[in-house]
Nanobody, 121 residues
């Protein structure tokens, strides 16, 4: 089994910054990618950013230029640096891990608790 634990959420004013972290542990010998999703109240969960092989990144259009995803492979940790935050970024943020070709949380639809980000206007 794989355990993913997010941290770093909080309350911030619009224009501020936060850095989220997610540590992967357990059966992660084939870990080759990590990513972030978010779910705002009353909305569906959406993709935010992903990174494969520690280098290839992708971002949702809504966060391009403001968010940066990175990994520390020695710590099995993925980070999401969020700058110029907007009230629309308010959501619960969840990380996911790719083992081989399977994204764990998307495959099991078990997203855990995530970390709450609230951006005030």
């Amino acid at each position: 089994q794989v355990q993913l634990v997010e941290s770093g959420g909080g309350l911030v004013q619009a224009g501020g910054s936060l850095r989220l972290s997610c540590v992967a542990s357990g059966s992660i010998f084939s870990l080759n990618g990590m990513g972030w999703h978010r779910q705002a109240p009353g909305k569906q969960r959406e993709f935010v950013a992903g990174i494969i092989g520690g280098r290839v990144t992708s971002y949702a259009d809504s966060v391009k230029g403001r968010f940066t995803i990175s990994t520390d492979n020695t710590k099995n940790t993925v980070y999401l640096q969020m700058n110029s935050l907007k009230p629309d970024d308010t959501a619960v943020y969840y990380c996911d891990a790719r083992l081989g070709s399977v994204w764990v949380r998307r495959h099991t639809d078990n997203w855990g608790q995530g970390t709450q980000v609230t951006v005030s206007s």
